[in-house]
């Protein structure tokens, strides 16, 4: 049977780092997909932006780029023509001339979304006290240490910036609308991809659901696989 080509790109979001994609990529690169995920610095737009476009060259052939939470503002970024989808998860989807905060803080937020504030070297953390109330309240204890123990800070410079003409309007994107998501709240998310006219899927997942859902993240990543890589 033939079989359907193509390279899957993620790219993590905000106190992230690659290791929260490891329950994507086992099942993704068992199905014969090659598989990449983009170390994205966190230090400024223009930062995360030219790491991903480092790791687009890398790969040859057509690439399902996927994108979470902030991640949603950098995977739209690109011009590369090697990009054929865009799958968002959770994520933030700024219009040009928005910045990232302008989206986040489109709505109230949850109640237990933390207040978040730099330190003194101008990079906000995440209180790690909050993964299991807002980042992943899902997830299991081992899986939360995980992530508060390998947690990158983001600089402001990476949020603050409007950004250019996103790819979105240029090519089809799915879109993994988180319903139990206490940071990024579903409103905000269905605005977006709504806005996008994403083929939007939505499931009772919180916010980082490659930890906690992979198989979800995986389906819709596929899903964007089937129709628009070549067999």
């Not at 070297?121 to 993964?131: I, N, R, S, T």
């Not at 899902?138 to 983001?154: E, F, G, K, T, Y």
């Not at 609308?177 to 994403?198: G, K, S, Y």
Request: proline share 9%.
């Amino acid at each position: 049977m033939a079989r359907k080509e193509a390279n899957v790109v993620l790219a993590h979001g905000a106190w992230a780092d690659g290791s929260s994609w490891a329950k994507v990529i086992e099942p993704l690169t068992s199905e014969g997909f090659r598989t990449v995920a983009v170390p994205l610095p966190l230090t400024s737009f223009t930062d995360d932006t030219a790491a991903l476009e480092r790791t687009l060259e890398r790969v040859s052939g057509p690439v399902v780029l996927v994108g979470h939470a902030y991640a949603g503002a950098v995977i739209a970024a690109t011009r590369s023509e090697q990009v054929k989808a865009l799958v968002y998860v959770a994520a933030l989807a700024p219009d040009e001339g928005e910045t990232v905060a302008d989206v986040f803080y489109r709505a109230k937020p949850h109640p237990s979304a933390p207040k978040l504030a730099p330190d003194q070297h101008g990079l906000l953390y995440f209180p790690e006290d909050a993964f299991p109330t807002a980042y992943a309240q899902n997830a299991s204890a081992r899986d939360l240490a995980v992530l508060a123990a390998v947690q990158r800070p983001i600089s402001p410079a990476s949020i603050t910036v409007p950004v250019g003409r996103p790819l979105w309007k240029d090519r089809p994107a799915w879109y993994l609308l988180a319903e139990q998501d206490h940071m990024i709240v579903p409103e905000t998310q269905r605005f977006m991809a709504e806005r996008m006219r994403a083929r939007i899927r939505a499931h009772a997942v919180d916010h980082t659901p490659s930890v906690t859902a992979p198989a979800v993240v995986v389906d819709i990543i596929c899903e964007a696989i089937s129709e628009v890589a070549p067999q």
